[in-house]
DNA sequence: ATGCCAAACGCTGTTTGA
């Protein structure tokens, strides 16, 4: 079972690549992010006639998740996190998929930092460590996969210096996905490869892709039951090559079963 | 300190994000 994260920014900008994706790599489930559209734009049709069931919480512009499942409907559990009624922006949706849980996550970028965003992505950790415990707890296969929007270490951006004021590298951020990860979560790809560069993002700005400027914010974390079956993990690299990108690739888990 | 780029919205530019 393939199971994939794939940032499009934006699907219907996105939809002759994302289509085209599915139909070459044929990912059992797609946890995808950045919509940018609600949900009466979400192009349901030309998902499904690529063969995929989905479930959606679309937004205006902006956000928006989605969790899609090739020859099957994945069964909605919710979206959003729970602890925050005023928090009206669609960055998660949980789902299921024959014996696994999965979640598509759009964590916050949180800049500028310090002020009222870094405090929004920070609050909304907290409540996706709740959530991830619950779930932990249910000692099922769970993958919870997205667009974290923290690079784990210095390992995984190609300039620390470049990224020290940012969002995504300050310790408050790390030490959130860090206690994530101490409640026994499995990491995917870096189980698979504990170190070298790998980018699973890299900016529209500056040439970033022509020189290879990325970091790596997509991450597909495990359950412990979900990582005995890990067969294998990796990043799309070349799909952000193309023509149209987005500015993130797809990464994806192979798992027993 | 700003623009670099891209997408959405809705209109020939503005806003927002990363």
């Known amino acids: 079972m393939k199971i994939a994260t794939y940032n499009v920014n934006g699907i219907n900008a996105r ?4 289509i085209e994706w ?7 489930v797609v946890c995808l992010q950045e919509l940018k559209a609600y949900d ?20 205006k512009s902006f956000n928006g998740v989605a969790i899609l499942a090739r020859d099957s409907q994945p069964v909605e559990h919710q979206i959003r996190l729970p602890g925050d009624d005023e928090d009206v922006q669609s960055r998660y949706i949980e789902a299921e998929i024959g014996d696994v849980i999965v979640a598509s996550i759009y ?17 909304w950790m907290e409540r996706l460590i709740v959530r991830a415990a619950d779930l932990f707890a249910t000692e099922r296969p769970v993958v919870l996969a997205g667009d974290y929007n923290v690079i ?21 951020s790390r030490a959130a996905f860090r206690r994530l990860l101490a ?16 980018w699973t993002y890299w900016d529209y700005q500056r040439g970033a892709w022509q020189r ?8 597909l974390l495990l359950s412990p039951v979900a990582a005995d079956r890990l067969r294998a993990a990796g990043v799309d690299k070349e799909y952000r090559g193309r023509e149209k990108a ?12």
């Open 15 to 18: 939809l002759p690549r994302l």
């Open 107 to 123: 964590l916050p970028n949180g800049n500028p930092q310090p002020g009222p965003k870094f405090d929004y992505k920070l609050d």
């Open 152 to 172: 784990p270490t210095d390992e995984d951006t190609y300039s620390v210096k470049a990224m020290e004021n940012d969002a995504l590298t300050q310790p408050e």
């Open 246 to 257: 987005s500015d993130h690739t797809p990464v994806w888990v192979e798992l027993a079963g």
């Open 22 to 28: 599915l139909d070459e790599q044929k990912p059992d």
């Open 40 to 59: 009466e734009k979400i192009p349901v049709k030309a998902i499904e006639k690529a063969g995929y069931g989905a479930v959606w919480h679309g937004q």
């Open 212 to 219: 290879d400027a990325g970091f790596r914010i997509d991450h």
């Open 183 to 198: 409640m026994g979560w499995t990491d995917a790809i870096r189980a698979r490869k504990p170190s070298g560069k790998i």
